[in-house]
């Protein structure tokens, strides 16, 4: 009976001796992989790493607090958004409406006024401050927007100085007869 107990308390004590190293191996694979991980994520391995000696509670700590991406699928989310506000950008906004609208529309399909001009020569759609066309060189007629109201502005300085011509004329006449 003392042998049996023996071997059994032999036995024991190896199944302890390898419940324990199971154990110290997982804690040292959780520090490892804590020291590995916070790099992949963005954050410092050294301070995640001392957390991490704390027994197995150090390991739940980062679980727990880690952040939710890897750095690369950051980078690559934050280059996707980039390229969908790239697209975006291909975009306008209406001057009269605000209404969305691509680069190359020549009327706003909201309220349908006029973007652009379209070219006589080739039919492509031009920049209103264009003055030639920059894809068949053909000089652009009647542009919109800046040069009606420079023409307007121009209208209206030359009815005014002729409006002053004649009122001078008529102060001139007035003293003329005045002095007759």
Sequence with gaps: MTQALSE????LQIVAIIAIAIIVLLYIVTIIW?????PQRGVSAGKWGIIALIPFVGAVIYSALRPPMLLSDREEQEMDYLLRQ???MKYGECGRCSYPVQDDYVMCP????QLKNICTGCGKPLNPEWSVCPF???KVQG??????GAKRSADSSSHSHSHSSSSEAHVSETRTNSEA
């Design 34 to 38: 804590v020291v590995r991980d916070a």
């Design 8 to 11: 059994l308390i032999s036995r």
């Design 136 to 138: 068949c060189c053909t």
């Design 86 to 88: 790239r697209e975006l």
């Design 143 to 148: 542009r919109s927007g800046r040069r009606s």
């Design 110 to 113: 909201n309220c349908g006024s």
